[in-house]
């Protein structure tokens, strides 16, 4: 029974940090678009679609809408990859590709208090999102849940072709790029800088540097990760302390 138990608070602990860095992953995301230098790889698209939508070209929904529908398909094109090698769990994705792109809404909403119409701005907006974005993803991996969506098409595929994980995650990035640079002709009819330029090429490699950096001084995660919460003493304790006992 104990053993259970433990096992419940350890999976709920582990998908707090988890939302925890999901949100600050969402952050480095919103400043790279608000950048307005280019944005990540899988915002591009979704990106590239909300502009259409507020040029009255699309449905008028938020990046953080689009990147919804985004996720929905990744996932079933993991079903469609993996047929019946698809783990049900990955299923969860769903959940976790929603949480994320209700934290890009808010993110994009928190940082929109800041003007970017200069290009010193833009560049320390987008060294900052790509920097917090590497950092986050760092701390994603280490949670050890299942995959975003974007990550989890990634490795369907190099499962199934039996191809290196670094060469279809390069050949799926540049995939959406060009769908989000081909999408921006179809509405605009020009190159959308604002959400393929240089920023974006900048973030796939730096990005990844981060997370390689950062890899070596993560042991506190570790040990945070590997913490049990005594909910149970910390309720209790909280309770004595609003409601003391009464001397005789």
Not at 2 to 23: R, T
Request: hydrophobic fraction near 55%.
């Amino acid at each position: 029974m104990k053993f259970e138990k433990d096992k419940v608070i350890g999976f709920v602990w582990q998908h707090i940090l988890l939302l925890f860095s999901m949100f600050f992953m969402t952050l480095g995301v919103a400043l790279c678009v608000r950048s307005n230098l280019g944005s990540g790889v899988i915002s591009s698209i979704p990106m590239s679609f909300t502009l259409a939508g507020e040029a009255g070209l699309a449905p008028r929904w938020t990046i953080g809408g689009y990147t919804n529908i985004m996720n929905v398909i990744l996932v079933v094109a993991q079903i469609l990859v993996l047929r019946r090698r698809f783990e049900p769990i990955q299923l969860f994705q769903l959940i976790i590709g929603f949480i994320f792109g209700m934290f890009l809404d808010v993110n994009m909403w928190l940082t929109s208090v800041i003007s970017y119409d200069t290009i010193p701005v833009q560049i320390i907006a987008q060294l900052a999102g790509a920097t917090v974005l590497g950092c986050a993803v760092a701390v994603e991996i280490r949670c050890g849940s299942v995959t975003m969506p974007g990550e989890g098409i990634q490795v369907a595929i190099a499962r199934v072709t039996g191809k290196p994980f670094p060469v279809i995650k390069i050949t799926v990035d540049t995939i959406l790029v060009i769908l989000a640079v081909v999408s921006g002709f179809c509405f605009f009819g020009s190159w959308p800088w604002t959400v393929v330029g240089a920023g974006t090429l900048f973030a796939m490699f730096y990005v990844g540097y981060v997370v390689k950096l950062v890899n070596p001084y993560l042991g506190w995660f570790d040990r945070l990760l590997a913490y049990r919460p005594g909910f149970r003493r910390y309720i209790y304790g909280l309770a004595r302390f609003i409601y003391p006992k009464r001397e005789g």
